[in-house]
């Protein structure tokens, strides 16, 4: 199965156990800690995306947009787009995704949760 998204892989495993453990997120398999998989930079891709997406979600608010414009523009040549892909992917970053950010800090700010401390 190295090449099936996570996701459904999740529901595929809690499918095959016949119980509701996976499906309310108390534990097991659809837990929203756990997980089947082990989280691995260097093994499958699976492994490999699980990894990322932790590493993303415990990264700070506000330096993601900058993270997520250097990744999108440098690493992934958008530069060769011209003028209309540095339009396209500051936009994207710095508009959309730090957005995204300041709407986190103010649900955070409302409910009282403190984010992580780094």
Known sequence: M???HPTRLYRALARSQGSREGQTGE???GGRNES????????SRD???IWLKRLWS?????????LYFIKRYFLRAGFLDGKEGF???FLQAYWYRLLVDINLDEIRNLSGDKPPQQ
Request: overall charge positive; charged content about 15%; proline content about 17%.
């Open 2 to 4: 190295p090449g099936r």
């Open 58 to 66: 415990r990264s700070p608010l506000f330096v993601k947009p900058n």
């Open 36 to 43: 089947p998989i082990t989280p691995s930079l260097f093994e």
């Open 27 to 29: 534990s097991g398999v």
């Open 47 to 49: 492994q490999r995306v």
């Open 87 to 89: 339009i396209f992917h």
